[in-house]
Nanobody, 116 residues
């Protein structure tokens, strides 16, 4: 089992920055992909950024050049650095740990609100 706890969300003005953290514990060795997803009220959850256990990152087109996903293996933590934030980035952000079809787990979520 893997347990995930997000932190770092809050209220920020457009153009500002936030760094989200995802602290992981449990069977971390079994995870193949770590990711950040977001969900706004009434909308489906969408992938924002992901990084493989080998360190290869991928990003949604809407955040390329603004967001960066990274890992600190010594602290068992995944980060999402968010710069040049826009009001459309407002959502609950969730950390995700994916192994395969049989195992996929999520953190509790952290709210990010970007004001004009």
């Amino acid at each position: 089992q893997v347990q995930l706890v997000e932190s770092g969300g809050g209220l920020v003005q457009a153009g500002g920055s936030l760094r989200l953290s995802c602290a992981a514990s449990g069977a971390i060795f079994s995870i193949n992909v770590w990711g950040w997803h977001r969900q706004a009220p009434g909308k489906q959850r969408e992938l924002v950024a992901a990084i493989t256990s080998g360190g290869n990152p991928n990003y949604a087109d809407s955040v390329k050049g603004r967001f960066t996903i990274s890992r600190d293996t010594t602290k068992n933590t995944v980060y999402l650095q968010m710069n040049s934030l826009k009001p459309e980035d407002t959502a609950v952000y969730y950390c995700n740990a994916h192994r395969d079809h049989w195992y996929d787990t999520w953190g509790q979520g952290t709210q990010v609100t970007v004001a004009s």
